[in-house]
C-alpha cells in the first residue's frame, strides 16, 4: 500500500532563510509524487511534479524537490524564504497500481515565514 | 491553464436544505473528477470519484444518498449535499484530472465552504 508522511506539522523560518520541508513515502510501485500548497480557504495549487523522469525537480515559485529511491524521499526545498511562502503544504503520491488517479495526501505542513 | 472553477464558494443555509456545489474544468476535459472533504487544520478526505457518464465510486463510509454526484458532461461534476445538518458543515474541495492523459496532476477548485446552522 502506498502511503506518504510528513514529517513536521509546524515549520517555521525566517524572512530571506532556507526552507525546507520533509516527505517520506512508501510505494511498492514507481510513485508519482507531487507537492501542493493551500493557503487560507483556498484550493491546492500545484508546486511540482515527479513522474520518474529527472530527480530533481524544480517547481513555480522557486521551490524545487529531489527524488529519492534509496531515502524513499522527496523533501521540498526553497533557498529564500518569502512571506508569501506562509501556507499549508501537501506531500502527494499518486494510487499507480490501477491508474484510478486517486491521491494519497500527507498530513500537511504549516509554514511559517517571520520577518 | 488547467484551471477549475468551483462554485459557489461559500454557502451558509438552514439545517434541512440540500445544496448543490458545481465543479467545472474550464479549459480542458476532464473524464474524472474528485470530490474531497478538509475539517479545519486537516488534511484532504477522498469522499468520491467522479465519472463522466457512469455513477461515481464512493469512498468506504461516505454515504452515497446523502452526497449525490452528477458527471453528466466532460466539463462538469456536481455534489449535491441533501438534507443538510450541522455536522455535514465542512470545507468541500473538488479536483479534475485532464482526460487521456496518464499521470498528470489533479487540478484543484478554490473549494465551498458550508455552513448549516
Known amino acids: 500500500a502506498q502511503s506518504v508522511t510528513q514529517l513536521d506539522s509546524h515549520v517555521s523560518v525566517s524572512e530571506g532563510t532556507p526552507v525546507l520541508l520533509r516527505c517520506n513515502y512508501s510505494?511498492?510501485?514507481?510513485?508519482?509524487l507531487f507537492w501542493y500548497v493551500q493557503h487560507p480557504n483556498k484550493g491546492l495549487q500545484l508546486l511540482l511534479k515527479?513522474?520518474?523522469?529527472?530527480?530533481l525537480v524544480k517547481g513555480i515559485n522557486g521551490f524545487e524537490a529531489e527524488f529519492k529511491k534509496s531515502e524513499t524521499s522527496f523533501h521540498l526545498t526553497k533557498p529564500s524564504a518569502h512571506m508569501s511562502d506562509a501556507a499549508e503544504y501537501f506531500c502527494?503520491?499518486?494510487?499507480?497500481?490501477?491508474?484510478?488517479?486517486?491521491?494519497?495526501f500527507g498530513q500537511g505542513t504549516t509554514l511559517q515565514v517571520k520577518p | 491553464g488547467a484551471v477549475v472553477s468551483q462554485h459557489p464558494s461559500w454557502v451558509i443555509c438552514k439545517s434541512g436544505t440540500s445544496v448543490k456545489i458545481e465543479c467545472r474544468s474550464l479549459?480542458?476535459?476532464?473524464?474524472?473528477m474528485f470530490w474531497y472533504r478538509q475539517f479545519p487544520k486537516q488534511s484532504l478526505m477522498l469522499m468520491a470519484t467522479?465519472?463522466?457518464?457512469?455513477?461515481?465510486?464512493?469512498e468506504q463510509g461516505v454515504e452515497k444518498d446523502k452526497f449525490l454526484i452528477n458527471h453528466a458532461s466532460l466539463t462538469l461534476s456536481t455534489l449535491t449535499v441533501t438534507s443538510a445538518h450541522p455536522e455535514d458543515s465542512s470545507f468541500y474541495i473538488c479536483?479534475?484530472?485532464?482526460?487521456?492523459?496518464?499521470?498528470?496532476?489533479?487540478?484543484f477548485g478554490d473549494g465551498t465552504r458550508l455552513s448549516i446552522l
Open positions: 510505494s511498492s510501485y514507481s510513485p508519482s
Open positions: 467522479s465519472n463522466e457518464g457512469s455513477k461515481a465510486t464512493y
Open positions: 479549459d480542458f476535459q476532464a473524464t474524472t
Open positions: 479536483s479534475a484530472r485532464q482526460a487521456g492523459v496518464y499521470n498528470q496532476p489533479q487540478h
Open positions: 515527479y513522474t520518474s523522469a529527472a530527480t
Open positions: 502527494v503520491v499518486s494510487e499507480s497500481s490501477s491508474n484510478t488517479g486517486k491521491l494519497i
